[in-house]
């Protein structure tokens, strides 16, 4: 379980997040809404450890992240986080395989083993003959769902997920929006994703309403 408490984060004389206070259930897609301004992003980022909050703490599982140092942050990103962003960041001169392995790689595991690890969350993906294939040679759809498994190599304790279908066709929209309900029940993989797209907000296990730096 993720638990956020009492967050505050001001940029200058702006105050983005005005003392949320939110817990994030295990094994669970939620979806946080609200207009663009709202604060969503901020709190998905400092529930990522990407950024830190002025006061206020986030536990995982009974830790709080906000009282480690910069190299345990890292860390603890690398081995329990997963990301997935609107605009995927895959590095253009690696193939699909080699990006999924960069986490398994950075947290200390085996080229054999991260490969291993990588080639079976691809297939299971249905991008088993894609393995070889750089970003530039993979469709929009595809990319997104490398960034995906990427965000899963490390069994992380959730995935944290920015936009991810806002730069996708509606099929490729649709599949990987029943993605993360397929990982979710087969896998028990907890899925916290900002999002405008009505549809998944719909769909989602739980709905968080953001306006003004507040949760309504």
């Given at each position: 379980m993720i638990k956020v408490e009492n967050i505050v984060k001001s940029y200058g004389a702006l105050t983005v997040l005005k003392g949320i206070s939110v817990e994030?259930?295990?094994?669970?897609?939620?979806?946080?809404?609200?207009?663009?301004?709202?604060?969503?992003?901020?709190?998905?980022?400092?529930?990522?450890?990407?950024?830190?909050?002025?006061?206020?703490?986030?536990?995982?599982?009974?830790?709080?992240?906000?009282?480690?140092?910069?190299g345990q942050l890292a860390r603890f990103r690398n081995t329990h986080i997963g990301f997935v962003f609107q605009f995927h960041h895959l590095l253009p001169e690696f193939t699909a395989l080699e990006n999924v392995c960069m986490p398994a790689l950075i947290a200390g595991y085996s080229m054999n083993d991260a490969s291993k690890?990588?080639?079976e969350i691809l297939a299971y993906l249905g991008l088993s003959h894609r393995f070889s294939h750089k970003p530039s040679e993979l469709s929009g759809g595809e990319q997104q769902r490398v960034a995906v498994a990427r965000a899963l190599i490390n069994n992380p304790i959730?995935?944290?997920?920015?936009?991810?279908?806002?730069?996708?066709?509606?099929?490729?929209?649709?599949?990987?929006?029943?993605l993360f309900f397929n990982l979710r029940d087969q896998f028990g993989q907890t899925f916290v994703v900002v999002t405008h797209d009505k549809d998944l907000a719909?769909?989602?296990?739980?709905?968080?309403?953001?306006?003004?730096?507040?949760i309504l």
């Open positions: 994030i259930p295990d094994r669970k897609v939620v979806a946080i809404v609200g207009p663009s301004g709202a604060g969503k992003t901020t709190l998905l980022q400092i529930m990522g450890t990407l950024s830190q909050p002025d006061s206020g703490s986030v536990m995982f599982n009974n830790t709080d992240v906000t009282r480690m140092s910069d690890r990588a080639k959730a995935v944290l997920a920015d936009e991810p279908s806002g730069n996708l066709d509606s099929h490729n929209k649709e599949e990987l929006h029943q719909r769909m989602a296990d739980l709905q968080i309403s953001m306006n003004d730096g507040k």
